[in-house]
């Protein structure tokens, strides 16, 4: 009863992670194993998951069934007879060969990912990505060549899922919802926005202790290092929200500070970024005119 209930359960998160779109952004409960994603190294990471775990089953087949058939062909029981023999030079040659074959078959498109991953020329768009105790903070540095001005903002855990997380808070984390996807401890005040079919370039570091910045459907994973800048590019084409975690223990509230990025169309994330540059514009703006009509009472006095 209870194996049957598990494939079905195992069989409907299946077929929902194959049918439904969203669920290449988030987690599914009962997930199994890796997704695609929605980038094209992600799924270039995904396809040599499997060529390797196939590779394994492979082996696992070959060696567990010689162990099998060895034990109850030629079991004591049956008169089986040792053999006397010490080595076979041929066989040895080819158990040796056959896995520098299969370690650099697999080497060979994993060192080109890596090689691609770390290759962040040609970016059109950088964002400077900070880890705090327990918080990130996003940093708008250019667009297509052009600095951005003063655009940038600290995200954290939703409040809500803040609120219920307390000790003794009594409150129930199935009621944290977004449209259906139980969203609690995976949400923020403010996401990450990016746009989508361009080229992002991430500079990465961390401002107190080590982090770890890893969005899964992206399969971008890097350390948040205090002093050290690590980089990585992303280009994602679909539009959605896409939500990662902090990957290093970083203190009593590492669980607490998830990633979400909203990918929009590009023209919308065009609007977006002016709207913010504007905003940041009037608020040095009125910060400048504070600070002036201040600055007479202190000459004054000063003067007296």
Known sequence: MRISKFLRRTSAAILALASSASALANPVPWQMNLTPGVTSESREIYALHMAAFWVCVGIGVVVFGAMIIAMFRFRKSRGAVPANWSHNTKLEFLWTLVPVLILIALATPATRILMDEYDTTGSDMTIKVTGYQWKWRYDYVDYFGKTVSKVGYMSKLAADSNRIRQTGSGLDPESVSDH???DYLLNVDKPLVIPAGVRVR????????????????FGIKKDAIPGIVNDVWVKVDQPGIYRGQCHVLCGQDHGFMPIVVNVVPKAQFESWLAAQEAQANMDKAARTAQAGSVAPTGNTLAQH
Request: proline residues 11%.
């Open 202 to 217: 991430f500079v990465v570091t961390g401002g107190d202790v080590i982090h770890g910045f890893w969005i899964p459907p």
């Open 180 to 182: 259906g996807f139980k």
